[in-house]
């Protein structure tokens, strides 16, 4: 039975491709740390398709401690989406909390990195085929008046991301998914708890959903074991992010 870990499955993309990867008969670790939601995660499910750990992004031993706690369905593992992740903070620099920047570093660069080096020795066991997904941003690429730190933590998680493969040798595929706008708790959280803000922040716009991106995490996992897509970007048609600015006389 294949199986995917995921980091950040307790909502948006995490969760779409969780519940999408256990519908079509994956074997499911889904990982965060919120519990409950987990629960709710596997309880929709038949028993043993989804196992759930809490862990800690920030927490190194936390995520050594779930995969080593990972039951003999739940390993090798066939494929590592790592995804979860945040963004803190909206204002440009010098008006920024110092604290969010080393969330998002701790989080977004340190444990994605810690997850990926707990998990390897599961992928290399399972072999040809085996692939890692990692969660990049447009933002890595396009600066925009608030990016800062969040735009720096994608940008490193795209050159880990060349890195990796070039140090795994041809062993197991890497890929650099790099979404643009999408309407999941992103922006809620990037804004602590700013509803009005969420909501305006999607008004006008057909944002990607959850469920798109699992689609295209499903569509990398399952390519045949001789491809590797390096990098795949994905914005809403509307996001045109690389348009010049028209000067006219
Ligand atoms: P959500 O806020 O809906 O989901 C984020 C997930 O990350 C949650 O499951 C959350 O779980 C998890 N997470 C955050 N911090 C930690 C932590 N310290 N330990 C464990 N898990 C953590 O956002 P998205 O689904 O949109 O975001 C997923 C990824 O996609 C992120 O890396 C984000 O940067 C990236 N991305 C998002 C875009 C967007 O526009 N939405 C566009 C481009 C990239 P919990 O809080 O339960 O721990
Ligand atoms: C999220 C996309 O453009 O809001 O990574 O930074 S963006």
Redesign the pocket.
């Known amino acids: 039975m294949p199986v995917i870990f995921i980091?950040?499955?307790?909502?948006?993309?995490?969760?779409?491709t969780a519940r999408l990867f256990a519908s079509k008969g994956w074997n499911v670790v889904a990982?965060?740390?919120?519990g409950d939601?987990?629960e709710t995660l596997r309880a929709e499910f038949p028993a043993g398709r989804v196992h759930i750990a809490q862990?800690?992004?920030?927490?190194r031993q936390s995520i050594a401690d779930a995969v080593a706690a990972l039951p003999e369905d739940f390993r090798p593992v066939t494929c590592l989406f790592n995804?979860?992740?945040?963004?803190l903070g909206t204002q440009p620099i010098p008006d920024v909390d110092a604290g969010d920047w080393d969330?998002m570093i701790?989080?977004?660069i340190k444990?994605l990195i810690h997850t990926t080096l707990e998990v390897l020795p599961l992928l290399e066991a399972a072999g040809r085929g085996a692939s890692i997904i990692n969660?990049?941003?447009?933002?890595r690429r396009f600066a925009y008046p608030g990016g800062n730190v969040?735009g720096g933590?994608?940008a490193f998680?795209h050159q880990f991301s060349e890195n990796l493969r070039a140090d795994l040798g041809g062993r197991i595929r890497v890929t650099n998914l790099?979404?643009?706008?999408?309407?999941?708790?992103?922006?809620?959280?990037r804004t602590h708890g700013d509803a009005e803000a969420n909501e305006k922040t999607y008004a006008g716009v057909e944002?990607?959903l959850?469920e798109d991106?699992a689609d295209i995490v499903w569509f990398l996992a399952t390519r045949p074991a001789h491809i590797n897509i390096g990098h795949i970007e994905v914005t809403p048609v509307i996001q045109v992010p690389a348009r010049p600015t028209i000067i006219r006389d």
């Not at 990982?31 to 919120?34: A, D, E, I, S, V």
């Open positions: 980091t950040g499955a307790t909502s948006g993309f995490g969760a779409a990982t965060g740390r919120r939601r987990l862990l800690d992004l920030m927490d995804n979860g992740g945040l963004a969330t701790e989080t977004n444990g969660t990049g941003s447009i933002a969040y933590t994608k998680v790099e979404p643009g706008m999408a309407k999941s708790e992103f922006t809620l959280v944002p990607i959850p991106i």
